[in-house]
């Protein structure tokens, strides 16, 4: 079991910038995948970001196409912590932002996870 909380929301001006955090609790969290996603009023959850373990000490990182250059996806795994530094926000950043950990599928590291945070709320105003 991981259990995930998010913080860092909030509400901020077209332009500024936030970052997310993600605390996970359960497991060895090194080599778990782990993701953002976000989900705007009346549409579906979609996928933001991912940090994915490699091996070793390698990750790689995934982002969605309508945040690459805005947003980064990092982690800190002294400290079980996932972050999204979103930077330069759009008012259709708006949504709640949810963490995943663990995927496995072939859908992974854009879908198939088994694990989710309560999520967080982030509104951008124009």
């Known amino acids: 079991q991981v259990q995930l909380v998010e913080s860092g929301g909030g509400l901020v001006q077209a332009g500024g910038s936030l970052r997310l955090s993600c605390a996970a609790s359960g497991r060895t969290f090194s080599t778990v995948n782990m993701g953002w996603f976000r989900q705007a009023p009346g549409k579906e959850r979609v996928f933001v970001a991912a940090?994915?373990?490699?091996?070793?000490?390698?990750?790689?990182?995934y982002y969605a196409d309508s945040v690459k250059g805005r947003f980064t996806i990092s982690r800190d795994n002294a400290k079980n912590t996932v972050y999204l530094q979103m930077n330069n926000l759009k008012p259709e950043d708006t949504a709640v932002y949810y963490c995943?950990?663990?995927?496995?599928?072939?859908?992974?590291?854009?879908?198939?996870?088994?694990?989710w945070g309560q999520g967080t709320q982030v509104t951008v105003s124009s």
């Open positions: 940090i994915s373990w490699r091996g070793g000490t390698t990750y790689s990182a």
């Open positions: 995943a950990a663990h995927c496995s599928t072939t859908g992974c590291p854009y879908s198939g996870y088994d694990y």
